[in-house]
Structures are given as structure tokens and as C-alpha cells.
């Protein structure tokens, strides 16, 4: 069955240092991935989409990475913040029951940034 | 303001009864979506909707129903069949279903059973 994994353990880091997630994927080969952070209570907001023929994207202090071969993306928050403390979730474009092509989202791994 | 509304925010619901969660979307969005969240995990999908009068189960629909009757609604009915309804509920709109395009979610609705 197709699967997306995000470490579950909860990531610490101090501030203004690199945080790094990472989002591994089986048993598919999705066109598009995406990031999303989420806080709690909140719903979950877009951050940046790469392609698959994108090796890397970058966005202020945000970098993806997505490589195809090894079936894992990097997700990179250069200069951490405390503010950057937050849910971050993956979504990956997955065919659904035949009806097309959607996101299906991994469960998300939190980042704590320590002042 | 274009956006994607949830509501209520909290809602509480006592055995035996079908409650339903509201969600709509001034955004002229196709597709429509309802996710689930358990503490600490992932969203997981219930259904979704390609186009208005049509709806897709998603993996884990028993106990809720939903209708697309306008293209800004997709309200969800939780319904007495659903087992272990507690749980954070999230709605979502984007311009199509294809993985291409970034999704708009509401604030959600914190259902807990009494």
C-alpha cells in the first residue's frame, strides 16, 4: 500500500540553528509534493509545492528538496525562530480510486525551536 | 476576504445523534474536501468532491455523509453510526483535485462527544 512517513518524534533545535524534516514516501511516484505547517487548533497552511522534475525550491528561509530515486523530500528552515515552532506536514499527489489525482497528507512532525 | 469557512468552531454532540459541520468557500473552487485529525496524528480523508452533486468516499467515510448541492457548501453530517466521533475536523477547497495546486483549509471544528 502506498505510505508516507514523517518522523513522529518531535524535533528540537536551538534558534538560528537549520531545522531539517524529513518526508519518506513508498510504493508511488507523485508528480507533486507539498508542505504544509499547521498550528495547534488551526488548520494546516501551504507553504511551498516542488514538481517532480524540481530537485530543489526555495522560499525565504525555506528550502525543499525532492528526490525522486531515494522517494524522500527535505525540508529545510534555515535561521530557526521560536516563531517557526509549528506542525509540518507533507502531501503527496497520490491517484485516488481511479478518480483522479489528489493529496494525501503524512502525519507530520513538530518542530520545536528553543529560544 | 476570500477564504473557506468553518463553522461551528467547537460543537458537542451526545451519543445517539447526527450532528452536522458546516463549510463553505467564497474562493470559486471545484474541489472540496473533509480530513479528520486524531491527537498528535495526521489528517486522514473522510470524503471528497470533484464537482457539485458528486462526491468520492475517501478511506474512512463510514458513519459520515455529505452533499454538494452548491459549489460554495460541503457540509459534513456525522452521524450516530460513527463509533469514536471525537475528533479535530478539517475542511478544504482547491482549484481542482490534481495534486498541482495548494489547498485552503478552515480553521476547523473540535467535535467531542458527551
Known amino acids: 500500500s502506498q505510505k508516507i512517513e514523517q518522523n513522529s518524534e518531535a524535533l528540537n533545535i536551538q534558534e538560528g540553528k537549520t531545522a531539517t524534516l524529513t518526508c519518506n514516501y513508498t510504493?508511488?511516484?507523485?508528480?507533486?509534493l507539498q508542505w504544509y505547517r499547521q498550528d495547534p487548533g488551526r488548520g494546516p497552511v501551504f507553504l511551498l509545492l516542488?514538481?517532480?522534475?524540481?530537485k530543489e525550491k526555495r522560499k525565504e528561509r525555506l528550502k525543499v528538496t525532492f528526490d525522486t530515486t531515494l522517494k524522500q523530500s527535505l525540508f529545510h528552515i534555515t535561521a530557526s525562530q521560536p516563531a517557526d515552532s509549528a506542525t509540518y506536514l507533507c502531501?503527496?499527489?497520490?491517484?485516488?480510486?481511479?478518480?483522479?489525482?489528489?493529496?494525501?497528507f503524512g502525519g507530520g512532525t513538530r518542530l520545536m525551536v528553543k529560544p | 476576504d476570500g477564504g473557506i469557512t468553518q463553522s461551528p468552531k467547537y460543537l458537542f454532540r451526545k451519543e445517539g445523534q447526527n450532528v452536522t459541520l458546516s463549510c463553505e468557500q467564497n474562493?470559486?473552487?471545484?474541489?472540496m474536501y473533509w480530513y479528520r485529525q486524531d491527537p498528535g496524528q495526521g489528517l486522514r480523508l473522510i470524503y471528497y468532491?470533484?464537482?457539485?452533486?458528486?462526491?468520492q468516499k475517501g478511506d474512512i467515510a463510514e458513519g459520515y455523509s455529505v452533499s454538494r448541492e452548491k459549489k460554495e457548501s460541503f457540509p459534513l453530517t456525522v452521524t450516530s453510526a460513527q463509533k469514536n466521533p471525537t475528533a479535530f475536523y478539517l475542511c478544504?477547497?482547491?482549484?481542482?483535485?490534481?495534486?498541482?495546486?495548494?489547498?485552503?483549509f478552515g480553521q476547523g471544528t473540535r467535535l467531542t462527544v458527551v
Open positions: 468532491s470533484q464537482i457539485v452533486n458528486d462526491f
Open positions: 478544504a477547497s482547491s482549484p481542482t483535485l490534481w495534486g498541482n495546486t495548494e489547498a485552503f
Open positions: 474562493l470559486n473552487h471545484d474541489a
Open positions: 516542488i514538481r517532480e522534475n524540481e
Open positions: 510504493n508511488y511516484s507523485p508528480a507533486y
Open positions: 502531501a503527496l499527489d497520490i491517484t485516488l480510486n481511479n478518480a483522479g489525482n489528489m493529496l494525501t
